[in-house]
């Protein structure tokens, strides 16, 4: 990783210095042991602090929403963040000619006090990036630990109250921080839902049926599309199981129209919500 | 602050009764932003529409709650009530208190209970509705036809003759599509090219209709009234302004090509007319098979031409011109038979023809001049078997659907057969015989009184043995095992759709059915009209049919148009689908939903923290745009809202339900 | 002035349906016309088309105090704007199934393609409806908040 490292932050100092990206988006270490911290910079002297170990946690792909005024930027691409860019690509947020895709091999990422394999690694099942400008290093073809849909077949075989109690217990904790939201490459409205006072989806109450329909509705709006990247739980402050919701909505999607992964390449076809069979599963007659 | 004013009807007994409506009005007088309630006995009337009026202008109301009955029943009669007042008629909500409170309940006290929250849901919808206006969109009074077949020709001819201009475009180099290559029509056997070619020329020399032949509809912009359509004139190599038509140029070509108008049987040369009564009557050059266009060798038409009408460096001609309304008669062509049935020999019998093949052998301008001989050896063939449903109502290998026509044609070719082979014998192999229409059943009795051998069942299998092809069956009807030996078979294939149809519908926005034949808006009571308002459907093109349905759709299809480009000015419906531009971010994935193809992506200007941007925005088209919504519910961002159902006002409609 | 104040004590289920103008909402009128009966538990809320119909309405409904919700609509393949209600029938199909995933009886959120002419179809599912929802008793989502075991408020 240390080759890898070195490599990253010449890389990034040639682009900057050449002029043919304006910053570059990596990670830096952070204040404490074991901890990264995201790094975006456009000076060639500061690529020196780009690091590259096992406590990558962030999902950098998010970030290149922000950067448009900036022009061109080059991004250090694992399996999340160049799906994470296909997303942003095929939303229409970012243009493909605006951003540098450097791709690196992705072993999966640890908890810094643990030391365990993050449950969003353990789920992941494309750690290499799916498309890049160029790689650098090898491929690590790390296989997924965790079955896709275990954790969702699981739930689903609990009898109904358990699963209400399960997800009013989830809901309850909710504090509506919004920081699913702000991480998560699918959510690139110009305003959410949950701002829009004049419509008054919810309210402002922090009581479970808001934050249910908070979640639900997030669900509603990023299932079909979801790189499962796993952010939105890594990031929520109170542990809920947010996975378990999006998943729900992918394994009932493959389940009902067919097997689909998100965000694979970019000519991949419009989401499953947004096209129909005439013959598609009929269970409302 | 809105003003609503709540009214709300006896009607006679019908509301009152199950429903207390002076308590309903008491109630209604006290909900947010009511500023009157009234009851009438009969608010349609005359003088209740009066009071209603007056009580609008009285109590200054800028919006009105109708609680009467259905919507679908007098929705449009206060609307037009609202457009006398100063009240804008889109500030109308109606709570159904007849249809779905009245009359589906019988305890009073329940009654007037639902009707007071039908009440409270309409106010709390309609407070957040803001008024409408229908815009007036243009009409050019100009027709495009789309296929220059009977179906484009009758529909054509009807409008032109309605005193509108028609643009008539044909693909090929010649008016007359399918029906001009038969011989003779069922059940009355007049001469097809008889009844076919006088249409032909009188739309040729219609004052009002322009053909645009060896052309192609390259796309469409706009909506009814005003669709810019580009059409491809394939470049003919021939000034028509110049040519008389005299026909010597295809006197002199040396080129040899493969005749499609002959189905293949004979050959013409590179410079041609599609056949003798084609119209316009004047060649064009097959650019891909001259020897002057493709090696620069001979000229010798451009020679011979005595007027010098010849240009070999003619290029397509690309116009774009803009037309109220479209009617697609883009036909069919027969299923290709070869490579689904390798039990017929896949194409390697000459002698297994189609039953267009057989039209032009057996007509007397075709290439054998109306002698039935076969295409091997130009022989009279004694014994023919004709197979019907050769791809039709067969999913396995050709299309599900029963093609129609071919129940009669095939009668008809048994009968022409007999007819003019005395001492031949014709099988016929059917799966049924199907024969609604006037006349037919009769013709078909007929044709079995000729002495047509009618065999229930499939031919499983033809193989040569000597100059003969063996046909082998079963008879269904006796269980018997059939071989025939046959000098000649003809198979009535299926009718599948023009080639390119697909395209053409994409571009229009209609629909095509799981094998592609163009939908109609209503399989019942819109049979021409499409999903896309403005586009007709006539022939063919809609589903297999014969001629005399054909000409009757293609009528159908010219009086709506008549009736349409009768208006100088369409209004359009104001309750559609509208962008808030500050939310869109362009993501497209209204577009993909939109049935319509209403909404289409931009590019635009706007200011953002101080600073000029583009940025790409979804926009809605309001001449298609139909009003259902669908795309408001893809928008995450809500950006797409339903003016009329908003989802501002449909949120409040819910919470005032929620409150009973 | 609700039904619930006019028989006080007794609770009554509240059922909204959201019906599409073209379809359901015409078989609706046809059961008054038929004069046929049916529970007042139920509201009809007129949606242009199924394919309207978004969740966040459903939600609403059920957290504001419905007890059950019903999504109706033309027929797949009898949509007035032709496919509004195959997105309808995909978009409720998961939604439908990740409120029950989280816990919500299926009786509460249902679906159904009811024709204009079915005007006898739409009287039995709402009259059944409406008995599957009563059964179940009244829908308590809006739970006192616990935070991660600890009472708030």
């Known amino acids: 990783m240390s080759d890898i490292q070195e490599a990253m932050r010449s890389r990034a100092k040639e682009l900057l210095e050449s002029g043919e990206v304006n910053a570059v988006i990596g990670w830096e270490a952070g204040r404490f042991e074991n901890q990264t911290t995201p790094l975006i910079t456009s000076q060639a002297a500061k690529t020196q602090r780009l690091v590259f170990n096992e406590y990558c946690v962030n999902n950098l792909g998010k970030y290149p929403r922000d950067l448009t005024a900036k022009g061109k930027v080059a991004i250090f691409a694992r399996g999340c963040e160049s799906r994470a860019i296909i997303r942003l690509l095929s939303d229409e947020v970012i243009k493909r000619e605006n951003v540098y895709i450097i791709g690196i091999g992705c072993p999966g990422m640890r908890d810094r006090t643990t030391g365990e394999l993050l449950k969003k690694c353990a789920e992941c099942r494309h750690g290499d990036p799916v498309i890049y400008d160029e790689m650098l290093g090898e491929p690590q073809a790390k296989p997924a630990t965790q079955e896709r849909f275990a954790e969702i077949q699981k739930i689903e075989a609990l009898p109904r109250a358990e699963r209400e109690a399960y997800f009013t217990n989830a809901f309850s904790k909710c504090i509506r921080c919004y920081a699913c939201r702000n991480v998560c490459p699918c959510c690139t409205c110009r305003q959410c839902f949950v701002d829009q006072r004049r419509e008054g989806w919810l309210g402002k109450q922090n009581n479970i049926a808001e934050n249910r329909f908070y979640g639900l509705t997030r669900v509603m709006h990023v299932g079909d599309r979801c790189i499962e990247c796993g952010e939105c739980e890594r990031v929520c402050p109170m542990d809920l199981p947010l996975m378990s919701l999006n998943r729900k909505v992918i394994y009932d999607i493959n389940n009902l129209f067919g097997e689909y992964e998100t965000a694979l390449s970019l000519d991949e076809p419009p989401s499953a919500l947004t096209t129909y069979k005439v013959d598609d599963v009929e269970e409302f007659m | ?660 | ?153």
């Open chain 3, 1 to 153: 002035m609700s039904m619930v104040e006019t028989t006080p004590g007794a609770w009554e289920p509240k059922i909204v349906a959201f019906c599409c103008h073209w379809c359901t909402y015409t078989g609706a009128d046809l059961a008054g016309l038929n004069r046929m009966n049916y529970p007042a538990n139920v509201r009809v809320l007129r949606i242009p088309c199924s394919g309207r119909m978004n969740p966040q309405y459903a939600l609403d409904a059920l957290n504001k105090g419905c007890d059950g919700v019903l999504v109706c609509g033309c027929h797949p393949g009898d949509c007035h704007y032709s496919t509004g209600n195959y997105f309808a029938r995909r978009r409720m199909l998961v939604f439908k199934r990740l409120l029950e995933y989280q816990g919500l009886e299926p009786e509460r959120f249902q679906v159904r393609w009811i024709s204009g002419a079915e005007a006898g179809k739409f009287r039995d599912t709402v009259t059944e409806v409406v008995e599957q929802v009563r059964a179940l008793g009244p829908l308590h989502l809006n739970h006192e908040l616990v935070l991660s075991g600890m009472e708030v408020e």
């Open chain 2, 1 to 660: 602050m809105s003003r609503i004013g709540v009214f709300i009807c006896y009607c006679g007994s019908n509301i009152a009764g199950t429903v207390d409506v002076e308590k309903v009005a008491e109630v209604a007088r006290t909900l947010p932003n009511v500023v009157h309630a009234e009851t009438n006995k009969y608010t349609c009337s005359d003088p209740g529409q009066a009071g209603v009026k007056a009580a609008i202008e009285k109590y200054n109301i800028d919006r009105v709650v109708m609680g009467t009955c259905s919507p679908r029943m007098h929705e449009l009669t206060w609307r037009k009530l609202l457009a006398d007042t100063p009240v804008n008629p889109y500030m109308l909500e109606v709570a159904n208190l007849r249809e779905q409170c009245s009359w589906v309940h019988k305890d009073k006290e329940v009654g007037t209970a639902k009707a007071i929250d039908l009440i409270k849901m309409a106010v709390a919808k309609v407070d957040k509705l803001s008024p409408l206006k229908s815009t007036q969109i243009p009409v050019t009074k100009r027709a495009l036809v789309v296929g220059g077949g009977i179906a484009g020709m009758q529909a054509a001819l009807d409008i032109a003759d309605a005193g509108y201009q028609v643009t008539v475009v044909e693909r090929e180099t010649s008016l007359g599509g399918k029906m001009v290559m038969l011989d003779k029509t069922f059940p009355t056997m007049d001469c097809s090219a008889c009844i076919c070619t006088p249409k032909m020329s009188e739309v040729g020399s219609h004052p009002n209709i322009t053909v645009k032949s060896y052309a192609e509809v390259e796309s469409v912009e706009g909506y009814v009234g005003n669709f810019d359509v580009t059409i491809r004139e394939k470049a003919k190599y021939i000034d028509y302004n110049l040519c008389t038509g005299c026909g010597a140029c295809t006197t002199k070509c040396p080129t040899k090509v493969i005749n499609n108008f002959e189905q293949g049987m004979s050959a013409r040369p590179a410079i041609y007319k599609m056949f003798a009564q084609a119209v316009p009557a004047k060649p064009v050059i097959d650019a891909e098979h001259c020897r002057k266009i493709q090696e620069n060798k001979c000229g010798a038409c451009a020679k011979i031409c005595p007027t010098g009408a010849i240009h070999y460096d003619d290029e397509d001609k690309v116009t774009t011109e803009r037309y109220g309304a479209i009617v697609l008669t883009t036909g069919y062509q027969l299923i290709d038979w070869k490579p689904l049935y390798p039990e017929y020999g896949g194409g390697k019998y000459p002698d297994v023809i189609t039953g267009l093949q057989f039209e032009r052998l057996v007509n007397a301008s075709g290439p054998t001049e109306g002698h039935i001989l076969r295409p091997s050896d130009g022989k009279e063939p004694k014994n023919v078997v004709i197979i019907k449903c050769v791809g039709s109502r067969d999913p396995h290998k050709g299309v599900a659907y029963c093609s129609r026509a071919c129940c009669m044609y095939g009668a008809k070719h048994a009968h022409q057969f007999l007819d003019k082979v005395p001492d031949g014998r014709c099988f016929v192999f059917y799966m049924d015989v199907r024969t609604p229409g006037k006349g037919y059943d009769e013709f078909y009795m007929n044709t079995l009184q000729d002495g047509a051998q009618y065999l229930r069942g499939r031919v499983s299998k033809i193989y040569k043995e000597g100059d003969r092809l063996v046909c082998l069956g079963e008879d269904t009807l006796t269980s018997a095992q059939i071989r025939i030996e046959a000098d000649m078979v003809v198979l009535e294939t299926a009718m599948v759709p023009a080639e390119g149809v697909d395209k053409l519908g994409s571009m229009l926005g209609v629909t095509r059915d799981k094998d592609l034949w163009l939908t109609e808006a209503h399989a019942k009571l819109r049979p021409v009209e499409t999903n896309t308002a403005g586009v007709f459907l006539a022939g063919v093109a809609q589903g297999p049919k014969d001629i005399p349905d054909t000409v009757c759709q293609a009528g159908a299809a010219a009086s709506k148009v008549i009736g349409l480009l009768n208006h100088d000015h369409l209004e359009s419906n104001p309750q559609i689908s509208r962008v808030n531009e500050a939310l869109c971010q362009g993501d497209g994935a209204c577009v993909n939903i939109c049935p319509y193809h209403a909404i289409t992506l931009v590019q635009k200007q706007f200011r953002e923290n101080s600073q000029k941007i583009t940025r790409t925005v979804a926009s809605v088209n309001p001449g298609l745009c139909q009003g259902c919504g669908a795309c408001t519910v893809t928008c995450r961002a809500g950006a797409m809202d339903l003016l009329g159902y908003t989802n501002e006002s449909l949120m409040r409609e819910v919470d005032a339900l929620c409150q009973w």
